[in-house]
């Protein structure tokens, strides 16, 4: 029977395990964590979003300019597919108004407990077999990728070989629940093209920071219906509209993780990036600037901007951290800025706490099976790939299909030897 060492207890790697084991073959699950899938709880803490119910060619797009080869990777294992693989775990899904799919109960550790008890239990082929708080630490200089992969255990350093292998170490974010990035140098050692690690779905910090008044009132906040805007110094638009949250030092949140590869890239090539929030997106220009014009005779400004506008809270904080007094008292100045308010952008927050990471295995240093051409028998899958995409069930699904297609591409390798 031929054997497999998968590394890497992720979505990844345990569909991986689960393609191979159904097709028959023994495989060795390695993780350096006491237990498997923490990331995968973590996502789903605030309800497990599995993956999106959009047409096929709008999901795809999701992925910008790995499209072509997230779309080859779907044709193994699509976010249909998803679907009726919880289903097959006795997990059923719905679809949310926003088209994003969730389990009914929208919990992440049910699923995971379903999908363990089956790779342990299988109906057919050989259990999938785990081995917990095993770190892999690489190669020495020189050695065989197959016959000598070096793990750290509580017991003491161990070797182990295999026919086949499939790294699904993840990406650089959340380092404490096992994705570090360690392997960026060991790869890039043995040949293969690694693009860095960037933050993907991530906050920033705003120029300057905020004014101790702002940061220590309203970190933590959010801004509710507002719109944002921005074109990058390459002439690429964005604009939707949505939430995000003010922090202590900058933004995050939903609507910022939407545009943050453009923000980072943008910071990236020109040093910062600047988007422009609309705080009333539902109103025209035109009635903001009559209600902002309009006589307030005694009333504060505070309570002008309150009964004629309804901006109050954090939307009037931020007017008053942006503009001076006398801009505040100008009603073509102060209904601009309502529409139109610039937030000027100087860094990522770290890696470590991004949703996602962006880099990786170049996909041009594998084959169509995602077999590193520097590293025959040597397969990738999952966040550790050079792609990104916007959370949403994108990042969930690529996951599980690359997984998958790595499984299957494994099982054409050893076919052949």
């Given at each position: 029977m031929k054997n497999v060492c998968v590394i890497g207890a992720g979505p990844a790697g345990l569909m991986a395990a689960e393609v191979l084991s159904r097709a028959g073959v023994a495989v060795c699950l390695y993780d350096?964590?006491?237990?498997?899938?923490?990331?995968?709880l973590l996502a789903g803490k605030g309800g497990l979003n599995l993956t999106h119910s959009e047409p096929a060619d709008i999901f795809a797009s999701r992925y910008g300019q790995r499209r072509q080869q997230i779309e080859a990777i779907f044709e193994?294992?699509?976010?249909?597919?998803?679907r009726s693989w919880a289903s097959s775990l006795g997990i059923e899904t719905f679809v949310g108004s926003s088209g994003r799919v969730f389990p009914v109960d929208m919990k992440a550790a049910p699923l995971l407990r379903a999908w363990l008890r089956r790779l342990r239990h299988p109906a057919n082929g050989p259990a999938v077999q785990f081995q917990m708080r095993h770190r892999w630490t690489g190669w020495n200089t020189g050695e065989d990728a197959l016959s000598n992969l070096h793990f750290d255990t509580p017991?003491?350093?161990?070797?182990?070989?295999?026919?086949a292998v499939v790294l699904a170490l993840g990406g650089g974010s959340w380092a404490r629940?096992?994705?570090?990035?360690?392997?960026?140098?060991?790869?890039?050692?043995?040949?293969?093209?690694?693009?860095?690690?960037?933050?993907?779905?991530?906050?920033f910090d705003v120029l300057g920071g905020w004014s101790d008044h702002f940061?220590?009132?309203?970190?933590?906040?959010?801004?509710?219906?507002?719109?944002i805007s921005l074109t990058t110094s390459q002439g690429v638009q964005f604009q939707r509209r949505g939430e995000f949250v003010a922090t202590a030092t900058?933004?995050?949140?939903?609507?910022?993780?939407?545009?943050?590869?453009?923000?980072?890239?943008?910071?990236i090539a020109s040093g910062q990036a600047t988007f422009h929030l609309d705080l009333l997106p539902d109103r025209s220009p035109e009635w903001v600037l009559a209600q902002a014009a309009y006589p307030r005779g005694t009333r504060s400004?505070?309570?002008?901007?309150?009964?004629?506008?309804?901006?109050?809270?954090?939307?009037?904080?931020?007017?008053h951290e942006t503009l001076s007094k006398e801009q505040m008292h100008d009603p073509a100045v102060l209904a601009q800025t309502i529409k139109a308010l610039p937030i000027t952008l100087q860094a990522t927050r770290p890696i470590d706490e991004a949703i996602s990471t962006a880099g990786g295995v170049l996909f041009e240093a594998a084959d169509d099976h995602l077999m590193l051409e520097a590293l025959p028998g040597v397969f990738c899958a999952g966040?550790?790939?050079d792609w990104e995409a916007p959370t949403g069930g994108y990042l969930l699904t690529a996951c599980l299909a690359s997984g998958a297609k790595a499984g299957q591409g494994v099982l054409s390798y050893l076919s052949k030897k």
């Open positions: 350096a964590m006491p237990s498997v899938g923490r990331k995968f193994t294992f699509d976010s249909g597919d998803v017991h003491g350093p161990v070797q182990v070989q295999a026919d629940l096992g994705s570090n990035g360690a392997w960026v140098p060991w790869l890039r050692d043995r040949g293969v093209a690694v693009a860095p690690l960037l933050p993907a779905n991530c906050g940061a220590s009132h309203f970190a933590g906040q959010p801004f509710k219906s507002v719109a900058g933004v995050e949140g939903s609507l910022i993780y939407a545009a943050s590869h453009l923000l980072r890239d943008e910071i400004l505070s309570s002008h901007l309150k009964s004629r506008l309804h901006i109050e809270g954090i939307k009037a904080a931020l007017l966040e550790m790939l």
